[in-house]
């Protein structure tokens, strides 16, 4: 019996349970003797570790990711870490890789060392593989993905979608209506760009059309030269990395292709690769970093007896660069 099973049984939010147990914050007698009823009923008594929740906190925390060297999960990891260290909370980084054995190993591990709670970076963890495995765990340890969704968890996602609707509307704007998605993964943020594009294409009237491209440059580069080689009509490309989107570059320029003149280009995430670039790749900002603040904000929130949503929403800004008119 933990305060998870506690607050399930009385219908509450763990965060009630918390202030019951402490008497503190605002709860209505009717809640407090509920809360009371369930914990008497099983005798229960919060040990120190259990009072991650409350009094005895660890102050430690777990951020995982899948590849610290990718520039997205580094700055959010960055972020967190930093954001933790002002609040007197040690930070524990687990660069998890993409096996789901692995994955799971390391939530085994920060469990064992009873964390106050757990930070997943990316998309990626609403794998199938290892979905499950952060449910549960959510009901043992409150737990935050970052731009993705898992049952159980608390969620910060930036509207992506929104984003690549904007995209288009842009485009549109300026006279381009040929408009192709490059998809460069399948993960739940990309799905929902796409969801985005297409929703968008038809509301202009649009012929969505979406292209799987390989992963990197590579693949945005492979992806772009061969529909130029079978003639494809195309006027614009959003992609849905910036990594895919300077693959897509290289491939108009090197066809002889006038961006943005003939064909202007989007990417998506705001990084480096929009400077490293010629032209200047323009992209969809989700705002990593303030992603990366706001998971903070919500499990320490949390940690604190606070009630908070379930899913946090940071809106999206296009960022206009030399590939766009």
Do not use: W
Not at 16 to 35: A, P
Not at 66 to 86: G, H, L, N, P
Not at 123 to 149: L, M, W, Y
Request: one cysteine or more; hydrophobic letters at 40%; a negative charge.
């Amino acid at each position: 019996m933990n305060i998870y099973d506690i607050a399930k049984e009385a219908n509450v939010s763990t965060a009630t349970v918390s202030r019951v147990l402490n008497n503190s914050g605002k709860v209505s007698e009717k809640t407090r003797e509920r809360v009371l009823s369930v914990v008497n009923k099983y005798s229960y008594s919060p040990n120190v570790f259990a009072r991650g929740l409350m009094s005895a906190s660890l102050k430690t925390i777990g951020v995982l990711t899948v590849d610290i060297r990718d520039m997205y999960y580094a700055t959010v990891a960055y972020t967190i870490e930093q954001e933790f260290e002002k609040l007197g909370y040690s930070v524990i980084l687990c660069n998890t890789g993409v096996n789901a054995e692995q994955k799971e190993r390391y939530i085994a591990m920060l469990t064992e060392k009873q964390v106050d709670g757990m930070i997943f970076v990316g998309s990626v963890f609403r794998d199938d593989t290892i979905s499950g495995t952060i449910e549960e765990t959510a009901q043992k340890i409150p737990c935050v993905i970052v731009n993705g969704h898992v049952e159980g968890a608390y969620s910060v996602v930036c509207d992506e979608a929104d984003g690549a609707a904007q995209c288009v509307q842009y485009l549109y704007q300026k006279g381009r209506s040929h408009i192709l998605f490059l998809q460069n993964s399948n993960t739940y943020s990309s799905q929902n760009k796409g969801r985005g594009y297409e929703a968008a294409m038809r509301a202009f009237g649009g012929e969505p059309r979406t292209i799987l491209a390989g992963p990197g440059i590579d693949g945005g580069y492979r992806a772009v030269e061969l529909l130029l080689q079978e003639g494809v009509a195309v006027d614009a490309i959003l992609a849905s990395e910036d990594v895919c989107a300077v693959g897509a570059l290289k491939a108009l320029l090197t066809n002889g292709r006038r961006v943005p003149d003939e064909t202007a280009l989007f990417g998506f995430n705001n990084s480096e690769f929009c400077s490293c670039s010629i032209p200047s790749l323009s992209s969809v900002d989700n705002r990593m970093e303030e992603m990366g603040r706001q998971a903070v904000f919500l499990l320490y929130s949390i940690l604190n007896g606070k009630e908070q949503p379930k899913k946090t929403m940071v809106p999206p800004n296009l960022v206009l660069r030399g590939t766009t008119p």
